[in-house]
């Protein structure tokens, strides 16, 4: 049975940036399934800030604090 690999809807700014890691990733041979995941989440908290150019110093506070 071979496995069926989950398309993940990244909205972000970094969208590109999440589509192309776990492309290679998976090129790679990595299933990266649960990682994935954590990605998607991140993706949505990123959807309220301008993620263009760079990670903003309070996004990235605001992430680790929830963890």
């Known amino acids: 049975m ?6 993940f809807d990244f909205q972000s700014d970094l969208a590109p940036h999440f589509k192309g890691f776990l492309e ?3 090129l790679l041979g990595f299933k990266y399934t649960r990682a994935a995941y ?3 989440s991140f993706d949505r908290f990123c ?6 150019d760079c990670l903003p110093q309070e ?3 605001q992430w ?3 963890l």
């Open 38 to 40: 954590e990605l998607q």
């Open 47 to 52: 959807r309220n800030y301008d993620c263009i």
């Open 24 to 26: 290679e990733k998976r």
């Open 64 to 66: 680790i604090s929830l």
């Open 2 to 7: 071979k496995h069926k690999e989950i398309v």
């Open 59 to 61: 996004l990235v506070m």
